[in-house]
């Protein structure tokens, strides 16, 4: 494989659905969150405090940073359309930080 931590390169999207995500601009400016989705020029976000799954963060592409660190259940489970929770995106967060 090539490119980061097993994403391959170029043709991957680099908005991948359980990535870890660093605001870069906003009143959230380098919180990370994890990206649930992703529609055109946006990207929804998820930190599982403030922002939960229920209420994710719409936030542009060109104002975040991709962190290349996902956890493959939360990514199984976001791209298979199963639920996922607040705490399971906590512990993620918590583990990376």
Do not use: W
Not at 16 to 25: D, N
Not at 55 to 84: A, C, F, N, T, V
Request: glycine residues 8%.
């Amino acid at each position: 494989m090539t490119g980061k931590e097993g994403f391959d390169y170029p043709g991957a999207s680099q908005y991948v659905q359980g990535c870890l995500a660093k605001s870069l601009a906003g009143h959230d400016k380098d919180h990370i969150f994890v990206i649930l989705r992703e529609e055109g020029e946006y990207v929804y976000l998820a930190d599982g405090k403030n922002r939960t799954i229920d209420r994710p963060k719409k936030k542009k592409k060109k104002h975040i940073q991709i962190i290349y660190k996902k956890q493959e259940d939360i990514s199984k489970k976001l791209l298979s359309g199963l639920p996922i929770s607040d705490v399971e995106i906590k512990a993620f967060i918590r583990i990376y930080s």
